[in-house]
């Protein structure tokens, strides 16, 4: 069974902080692999402003070059626009692979507006990877209010395929001040340089175009 963190987003545009915090999440969790699921679209978010899915995976895929990090639009092929979807689906799919979802503090904060976000927990473990400019408002969160009981040590990370659901880790990590935000803020049009990309798909092997 090979062990494989997902972490999903817009990836708009993916960047080295994305590399790092998987990287890191890698080495805590003893993981294989870990999967960016690069959304065709994320709900919370607004559609301006939203590079077009071939150029954030082909950015995606550059910035996970030499690292053990797939970058995906595998949500794409499976028609899945929530979390919760695509979770059932990769399950499915995928039934030698055991998975852990991965998730910034900032998500955290806000995982309550995910569509049936306990039934997330209950799909598979959790892992946060603590941002401090976070830390205050995920763990006066909704969602941290129901999960603090199935919180699990740190010391117990390399162990996540054995926890009983629903399961959670926090990680910290190193503050990174790199941000998607930041990186458009200062160009805007970054995705011109893959305007003309033609990707293929590391899981379903498709073009993405």
């Known amino acids: 069974m090979q062990r494989i963190g997902l972490l999903g987003g817009s990836f708009n545009p993916a960047h080295g902080g ?26 919370l978010k607004p559609k301006r402003g939203m590079a077009p899915l071939p150029a954030r995976l082909a950015r995606a895929r550059q910035l996970a070059s030499r690292a053990p990090i797939r970058a995906s639009a595998i949500e794409a092929q499976l028609g899945t626009r929530y979390t919760i979807d ?19 503090g900032d998500n955290l904060a806000q995982f309550a507006q995910w569509r049936d976000w306990r039934g997330i927990a ?20 909704t969602a941290m209010s129901w ?17 009983r659901l629903p399961a959670l880790v926090l990680l910290r990590f190193r ?12 160009d805007p049009l ?3 340089e893959y305007e ?13 175009v």
């Open 18 to 43: 994305h590399r790092a915090i998987s990287l890191f999440a890698a080495k805590a969790l003893a993981l294989d692999e870990v999967w960016w699921l690069v959304s065709p679209g994320n709900p």
């Open 175 to 186: 503050p990174d001040p790199r941000s998607a935000t930041l990186l458009r803020q200062a």
């Open 196 to 208: 003309h990309a033609r990707v293929r798909d590391p899981l379903t092997r498709r073009m993405i």
């Open 86 to 104: 695509t979770l059932k689906a990769l399950k499915h799919r995928y039934p030698r692979r055991r998975f852990i979802w991965l998730m910034g």
């Open 122 to 141: 209950r799909q598979m473990p959790i892992a946060v990877i603590a941002r401090p400019d976070y830390i205050e408002r995920a763990h006066g969160s």
């Open 147 to 163: 999960l603090r009981r199935f919180v699990r040590p740190v010391s117990q990370g390399a162990d996540w395929t054995d926890w």
């Open 190 to 192: 970054w995705h011109r």
